[in-house]
Each structure stands twice: as C-alpha cells, then as structure tokens.
C-alpha cells in the first residue's frame, strides 16, 4: 500500500472539511433529499458519518487502554442508530458531525507510537494494527462527501487518495475471488497517471480505462461514467466493496 499514517490523517482532515463545507447553508429540505446512495437520505449519510466517528473513536480508546471496546455493539443496532439519527433535525445532526469528528481528531492526537500498533478488531472482523483506523475514516468522509450529493466529485478528491483507495478496492475485490461474492476479473488502467490495478475474479479480465477519477469512482461502485473497455463495451458491473 503506497500510503503512510501521515497520509492517512491529512485525508481525515481534508475529507471531513469537505463534508462540513458542504453542509453550509443547507437547510432541512436539502439535509432531508435523498443522498447518492439508494434508500438514504443526506440525513441517514450524515448520521452515519458522525456515529463512525464515534465507532472508530472506540478502537482508538481500545488501542489507547487496551480495554476492548468495539466500533459498534451489533450490526442491528448500528443500523437502528443511523435510523434514528436520520430523525434528527438538520442542525442537530451538522453539530453531531462536527462534535465527532473533532473528538476523534483529538482522541488521534493523543496516541503514542506504541498505541499506534496496537491490535484492534474491526466490524468486519479483521484484526488490524490502529494505525489503519485513520484509513479506515479517512475512506469514509472522502467517499459519502461524494455520496452526499451536493457538487462534491471524485475529480475533487486528492489524487494521491485515489490511487490508495483503489489499492485498497482492488486488494478487496481480489479477496473475494473465489468466493460466492466475486465479481468480474478486471485490468484496471488510469490514463491520466502510469496507476494500474488487476482485480482477480471470474473468467479472462476485461481492460477497464479512464482516468484515475473515473477509474476510482467504478471501483467504489459508483459510476461507470467516464470508463471504457478495450472492445467499448459498458464496463462490468460490480458487486460491493465493503
């Protein structure tokens, strides 16, 4: 992975400043219009953001003490919390994403370098050292800055970002070759830098091109605008991520 925990905590900085900037004079009808991603509002988006905060909060405590607490208690009640939160009016939920995300800044802050290794369980499962957690957040506020809906693209987005998330989605969807939520085996070139990814999966990979935006975009499954194939054909469809 070319990313570096400085890397990762820059992005945190700059995804979060792209979500509160663009939450500036929107009002209840524009936090309660839907968000890109299908069955959300921008309110459910932000109520999501701002429990993440929360939740990687919690493994930051964890690495800090060393006394297990996990991002959330269960997959039902992290999904009850969106909900509920999503009721919120507007206001309340802009000040619950910028009272989280600077409580996790400062939590970050504090830890040594020795916390930074520590090993933490994340709500997948996967056990990872805490110095993925600013990678793990810093995917989260760049992405549904996107998500959000408000002029925000991923032509905004750091390049240096890019390349890593698509480092991280390739690594990801070659990880489910195989398995029963493979997708479709894939070349994936940018054409605006010397960046390509080949994504294990089923049957001869298809050529993917475009530019690392558009490129980047596909691979989080969010548009195939902007990509091509070698025969110009639509490019395959993905299943999900994460």
Request: with cysteine.
């Amino acid at each position: 992975m070319n990313r570096t925990l400085p890397d990762a905590r820059l992005w945190v900085d700059q995804g979060t400043k792209l979500v509160a900037d663009a939450l500036i004079g929107r009002d209840e009808e524009d936090l309660a219009a839907p968000s890109g991603l299908p069955g959300w509002s921008r309110k459910h988006l932000l109520a999501h953001l701002a429990a993440n905060a929360e939740a990687v909060g919690n493994l930051v405590h964890w690495a800090a003490t060393g006394e297990r607490t996990p991002m959330y208690s269960s997959p039902e009640q992290r999904n009850a919390d969106i909900e509920s939160g999503s009721r919120l009016a507007g206001s309340e939920l802009v000040a619950w994403f910028g009272r989280s995300a600077s409580a996790l800044a400062t939590a970050m802050d504090s830890l040594s370098s020795e916390a930074w290794e520590a090993e933490v369980v994340t709500a997948q499962g996967r056990t990872v050292p805490a110095s993925e957690t600013p990678w793990m957040r810093a995917r989260e506020v760049m992405v549904h800055a996107v998500d959000l809906g408000v002029g925000v693209s991923f032509e905004h987005l750091p390049s240096d970002f890019l390349v890593a998330l698509c480092d991280d989605i390739a690594a990801k969807r070659s990880a489910a070759a195989g398995g029963p939520s493979a997708g479709p085996a894939l070349a994936v070139a940018a054409t605006d830098t010397p960046s390509r990814w080949d994504v294990a999966g089923v049957g001869e990979p298809v050529l993917v091109e475009g530019t690392l935006a558009a490129v980047a975009a596909y691979l989080a499954g969010r548009s195939a605008d902007g990509v091509r194939t070698s025969g110009a054909d639509p490019a395959p469809e993905l299943p999900a991520w994460l």
